[in-house]
């Protein structure tokens, strides 16, 4: 059995590699340094019975191509990269696990909060120029936070912000009436969320009903001294309809991990005072990273033996 790993950070990563080595002998690592296109996914699996994925393509053409592909294992969560149906149809399995890297997400997202409502990414960078600026921003404690999408990440977030005595809404397409009134969580529309909310954060995954959540039109319904953070999918945010509002101090400021193009391009976004953006590292915590691994490893062992 020849096993491909597409994913970067799967690739440098030693203690993984022995891992597979394990159980299997035949493996193709990654050591690009960017998001393989469509033609390099299909060139770089095409003679593999088994492949280890992290944001790649896999859609109908990507299956087509890759006869001998048995089984997909994702590294990682979020399935809206690979075409599920289409994978069955065509008889490859799928192996992902929920939740695996849901705590370092979380806590990257109380950074961002901590971060953007306490003033300190634009303190810091503003006395990295010698500008002493003694805006402290405001407590985290007690304000209004709306989390759409209470999944493993934004269940995992409700707990850390237990100790800030937060009014926390929330809005899921699933109804979990006994886990809100358990939490003192108030359902929300995502209307009420937008307009009531201090910090709004996003943990959905992205499909037709959820990409551009976040333009124009929601940006205005927002509070002017508010805040959003996308720990998420980058589809998920109009990225120009967020800049023109930062701009425009429509909204207070953001943090995004994500982007609609990954690496972004839009310098002049990048560069905004009021935006705090990192190169979607939310999941890959040390002990993130090895969890997603091993879960990986473990899907193609078990999906390629059973």
């Not at 939740?99 to 109380?110: D, F, I, P, Q």
């Not at 990295?128 to 269940?155: A, H, V």
């Given at each position: 059995?020849?096993?491909?790993?597409?994913?970067?950070?799967?690739?440098?990563?030693?203690?993984?590699?022995?891992?597979?080595?394990?159980?299997?002998?035949?493996?193709?690592?990654?050591?690009?340094?960017?998001?393989?296109?469509?033609?390099?996914?299909?060139?770089?699996?095409?003679?593999?019975?088994?492949?280890?994925?992290?944001?790649?393509?896999?859609?109908?053409?990507?299956?087509?191509?890759?006869?001998?592909?048995?089984?997909?294992?994702?590294?990682?969560?979020?399935?809206?990269?690979?075409?599920?149906?289409?994978?069955?149809?065509?008889?490859?399995?799928?192996?992902?696990?929920?939740?695996?890297?849901?705590?370092?997400?979380?806590?990257?997202?109380?950074?961002?909060?901590?971060?953007?409502?306490?003033?300190?990414?634009?303190?810091?960078n503003k006395l990295?120029?010698?500008?002493?600026?003694?805006?402290?921003?405001?407590?985290?404690?007690?304000?209004?936070?709306?989390?759409?999408?209470?999944?493993?990440?934004?269940?995992?977030?409700i707990k850390i912000l237990n100790v800030f005595n937060c009014k926390i809404l929330v809005n899921d397409i699933i109804e979990q009436n006994d886990y809100y009134k358990k939490n003192n969580l108030i359902e929300s529309t995502k209307e009420e969320i937008f307009r009531q909310s201090d910090i709004i954060t996003l943990h959905i995954p992205l499909d037709k009903m959820t990409t551009n959540l976040i333009n124009k039109n929601t940006l205005q319904m927002m509070k002017q001294t508010s805040f959003l953070i996308n720990t998420a999918r980058g589809d998920l945010v109009n990225l120009t309809d967020l800049k023109y509002a930062l701009q425009n101090?429509?909204?207070?400021?953001?943090?995004?991990?994500v982007y609609d193009q990954e690496p972004p391009s839009d310098k002049e976004l990048l560069s905004l005072e009021n935006l705090i953006c990192t190169p979607h590292i939310g999941g890959n915590s040390k002990e993130s990273t090895l969890a997603m691994g091993v879960s990986a490893i473990k899907h193609i062992k078990e999906l390629l033996n059973d």
């Open positions: 059995m020849k096993i491909a790993v597409t994913s970067k950070a799967f690739s440098k990563n030693e203690i993984l590699i022995s891992e597979l080595r394990k159980y299997f002998k035949d493996i193709k690592l990654n050591h690009g340094t960017r998001k393989l296109t469509e033609k390099e996914v299909i060139d770089f699996l095409e003679d593999c019975d088994g492949a280890i994925v992290a944001l790649e393509d896999i859609n109908r053409n990507v299956v087509d191509n890759l006869p001998k592909l048995k089984v997909i294992a994702k590294f990682g969560v979020g399935l809206d990269n690979i075409d599920i149906k289409y994978c069955k149809e065509k008889n490859i399995k799928i192996g992902w696990t929920a939740g695996v890297n849901k705590r370092s997400v979380a806590e990257m997202t109380l950074g961002f909060m901590l971060m953007l409502i306490r003033n300190l990414y634009t303190t810091s990295s120029e010698s500008i002493w600026d003694k805006n402290g921003g405001c407590n985290l404690y007690g304000k209004t936070i709306g989390i759409i999408g209470i999944g493993n990440i934004g269940k995992e977030l101090n429509i909204i207070a400021g953001a943090a995004i991990d």
